[in-house]
Antibody
Framework: EEQVVESGGGLVQPGQSLRLSCTASGFSFGDYAINWVRRAPGKGLEWVGFIRSEIYGGTVEYAASVKGRVTISRDDSRGIAYLQMNSLKTEDTAVYSC?????????????WGKGTPVSVSS | DNVLTQSPATLSLSPGDRATLSCRASRSVLRQFAWYQQKPGQSPRLLIYDSIARATGVPARFAGSGSGTDFTLTISSLEPEDFAVYFCQQRGSWPPTFGQGTKVEI
C-alpha cells in the first residue's frame, strides 16, 4: 500500500523550532514531489510548501506565511521528507500533513498522510 | 491568494440522486483544478485533476467540468459510500489554494 506517515508534532513555545518527518512506503519515493499542507483549528486547508523530486532538481517552494521560517528537505535513500519549522508562532498551530504529488505533477496530491498536530503556545 | 468558494456548504440527498457541487475561483486558473473526497477519519482522496481527468480507480460516476473560474463536480448517481466532504483545489495561480468543502449528507 502506498502511504505517507507524519511524525514529530508536539507542543512548543513561541519562537521554538520543530522538525516534522514524512516517511513513505509502498512506492518509489524519489520519483515523486512532496507537499506539506496544514489545517489550523476551525480553518481550511493551507498549502505550506513543496519539494520537487531530484529528477526535477529537488527545488522547493514555500507559502508566503512561512517563507524564511521553514525548510523542506528530503532523503530519498531513506524515503523521508522533512519540514523544519523555526521561529514558530501561535498561528502555526495546526495539523500538518504531507502529501505525495501526482506523478510528474506538482500540486495535485494523490497520497495523503493523516497528519501530525503542532501546537504553539506559551 | 486565489480564493475558492464552494457551494453549497451542505447538500442533503439520497442514494441514487445526482449531486452537483460547485467551486468558484476568485481569478482564472484555466483548467488547473482538482477535487478531493474526504470521509470521517480518513485522509483525502484525489478524485479529479486538470478539471476533468479522473484519478486512478475513481468510478465513472464522478465527473469534473469547468474552466477559468467556475468548476463543477457531478456525481451521477450517489452510492452510500459517496456521502462525504468534497473540497476543491487550484494550482493555476500561485500559491495553490483549497476550498472550504461541501458536505454531502443523507
Amino acid at each position: 500500500e502506498e502511504q505517507v506517515v507524519e511524525s514529530g508534532g508536539g507542543l512548543v513555545q513561541p519562537g521554538q523550532s520543530l522538525r516534522l518527518s514524512c516517511t513513505a512506503s509502498g512506492f518509489s519515493f524519489g520519483d515523486y514531489a512532496i507537499n506539506w499542507v496544514r489545517r489550523a483549528p476551525g480553518k481550511g486547508l493551507e498549502w505550506v510548501g513543496f519539494i520537487r523530486s531530484e529528477i526535477y532538481g529537488g527545488t522547493v517552494e514555500y507559502a508566503a506565511s512561512v517563507k524564511g521560517r521553514v525548510t523542506i528537505s528530503r532523503d530519498d535513500s531513506r524515503g523521508i521528507a522533512y519540514l523544519q519549522m523555526n521561529s514558530l508562532k501561535t498561528e502555526d498551530t495546526a495539523v500538518y500533513s504531507c502529501t505525495r504529488a501526482l506523478k510528474d505533477s506538482d500540486y495535485y496530491m494523490d497520497v495523503w498522510g493523516k497528519g501530525t498536530p503542532v501546537s504553539v503556545s506559551s | 491568494d486565489n480564493v475558492l468558494t464552494q457551494s453549497p456548504a451542505t447538500l442533503s440527498l439520497s442514494p441514487g440522486d445526482r449531486a452537483t457541487l460547485s467551486c468558484r475561483a476568485s481569478r482564472s486558473v484555466l483548467r488547473q483544478f482538482a477535487w478531493y473526497q474526504q470521509k470521517p477519519g480518513q485522509s483525502p482522496r484525489l478524485l479529479i485533476y486538470d478539471s476533468i481527468a479522473r484519478a486512478t480507480g475513481v468510478p465513472a460516476r464522478f465527473a469534473g467540468s469547468g474552466s477559468g473560474t467556475d468548476f463543477t463536480l457531478t456525481i451521477s448517481s450517489l452510492e452510500p459510500e459517496d456521502f462525504a466532504v468534497y473540497f476543491c483545489q487550484q494550482r493555476g495561480s500561485w500559491p495553490p489554494t483549497f476550498g472550504q468543502g461541501t458536505k454531502v449528507e443523507i
